[in-house]
């Protein structure tokens, strides 16, 4: 989904920053688009920094400022790239010039030259808002299909309190999610997620461990957290902030985890293994610091218990997904673990693959199911690796797999 997000010039624009991220949490990509007002109370930087995209200030600038009429038509192809606008916070003058299809900088222009959708969320003076001209505005606005969603009551930065505060980030995001048919598909499931490595002590100041970031892992947490699954992420040490509004368990050893998993599981529907958890452990873990010594040292391991292959028998309704990281004969061996740990699905991917695999940003899954289907993707960022996998599990729940009863939080 692509989206641009005018902003306009208000106090309100600094939270247009949080509205970006926010709607980047939902896999959004978002083009910022602001006006020279604008531009006095937030910089570009901000935004280019946040979208990693370049702003769009002006209508035929370009980088040293120079009118340019290819940058003119560059971004006006905007229009036709975008699922939706949001106009966010939009000044009492932006709603007017948009009500009477004024057209004299970008933001306006691209509001004419779209057949996306369009969401304003205004942030003005209480007088401001009230007077009759805007209203009358908002209602032409609305009259065409625009949605609106309108601001709070409140003390305003004018020092007077009433009307105009701009809506709530969640608000707004809610009404984007709303207009694209976003929807919050898993509000039934609680999802389990495992991510990142385990740590295997080999003294005080060894272990044995892998090069799991936990990105695929937290980005599962989120996407499922943002489709309005409950969500228990269980994480080995990883340098990550946990996503927002999910329940976070931190763990350090296969042991841990596996203890972990058992825990939470009664209340899980959904399992997603994507943690690297190591297979094998010092059998007897130093107390004390290993002195170096001059011969070989050999170090005795064993297996550790297979979380997945573990919880995957008697799953009953639960949909079990494990993760399958290969560095050949991908297929063979995804498939023969679909078998070998009774899961409802395989996500393989291919850590030897450029830009695939341990700590990228982006990953490259083939989804194996136990129906024999077998679904590739190219390459694409984790959190959108996540949405397919989501969707997928949506598959396997419509196609007859009835919710475990549901257990209450704890
Ligand atoms: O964390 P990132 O840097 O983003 O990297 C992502 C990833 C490469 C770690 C991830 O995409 C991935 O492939 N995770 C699984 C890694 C792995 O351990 O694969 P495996 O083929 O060794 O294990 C198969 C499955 O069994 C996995 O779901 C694993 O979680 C599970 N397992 C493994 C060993 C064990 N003792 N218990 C388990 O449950």
Redesign the pocket.
Known sequence: MRVALGVSGGVAAYKAAELVRRLQQEGIDVQVVMTRSAQEFITPLTFAALTGQKVITEMFGNESGAANVQSAIEHIAVAQRIDLLVVAPATANVIAKMARGIADDFLTTLYLATTAHVVVAPAMNVNMWEHTATQENIEALRARGVHVVPPEEGYLACGMTGAGRLASVEAIAKAVCGQLGIRHDLENETVLV?????CEDVDPVRYLT??????????LAEAASRRGARVVLISGP?RLDPPQGVEFVSVRS?QQ??RA?LEHLSRATAVI???????YRPVAPQVKKMKRGNGRVTLELE?????????ARGKGDRII??????TDHVAE?ARA?LES?Q?DM????D?TAEG?????DT?I?TLYSRDGSEKAFPRMP?IDAAHRILDRVLELRRAGRQLPAAQPAR
Request: charged share 15%; proline share 3%; no cysteine.
């Open positions: 495992t991510a990142g490595p385990t892998n090069r799991s970031s936990g990105k695929m892992g937290y980005a990883a296969a985890m596996h998993v293994m994507a943690a690297a958890v190591a297979d297996s550790t218990p297979d979380i997945l292959a573990d919880i997904v494990g993760f399958a990281a290969e061996h673990k740990k899961a395989i996500v393989a991917n850590v695939a695999g341990f700590d990228h990953n899954i984790k």
